[in-house]
Nanobody, 114 residues
Framework: QVQLVESGGGLVRAGGSLTPSCEPSRNIYSFDHMGWSRQSPGNQREVVAT???????VYADAVKGRFTISRNNAKNTLHLQMNSLKPEDTAIYFC????????WGQGTQVTVSS
């Protein structure tokens, strides 16, 4: 059973930064792709950023230029550098991974105050 453990969420003021991390229970390169999605109350989950196995990043329009997805090979972790945060970025952020089967973690809360 694959586990994905997120950390690094929190409360920040608008314009601030946070960098959630995700640690999978197996080698990060064993997945076809990994990424981050988010869900806020009353809204459907939306994909925020995806990193393919060839390390090609893909971002949602709402976060382009502000968020950066990356892998730390030495630590076997996935990160989401979030800059210039806005109140509308407030959500639970989930780490996602796919390898024939889709996996996701429990999520980490990100709250951006105005």
């Amino acid at each position: 059973q694959v586990q994905l453990v997120e950390s690094g969420g929190g409360l920040v003021r608008a314009g601030g930064s946070l960098t959630p991390s995700c640690e999978p229970s197996r080698n990060i390169y064993s997945f076809d792709h990994m990424g981050w999605s988010r869900q806020s109350p009353g809204n459907q989950r939306e994909v925020v950023a995806t990193l393919t196995a060839s390390s090609l990043p893909v971002y949602a329009d709402a976060v382009k230029g502000r968020f950066t997805i990356s892998r730390n090979n030495a630590k076997n972790t996935l990160h989401l550098q979030m800059n210039s945060l806005k109140p509308e970025d407030t959500a639970i952020y989930f780490c996602d991974a796919s390898s024939r089967v889709d996996y996701w973690g429990q999520g980490t809360q990100v709250t951006v105050s105005s």
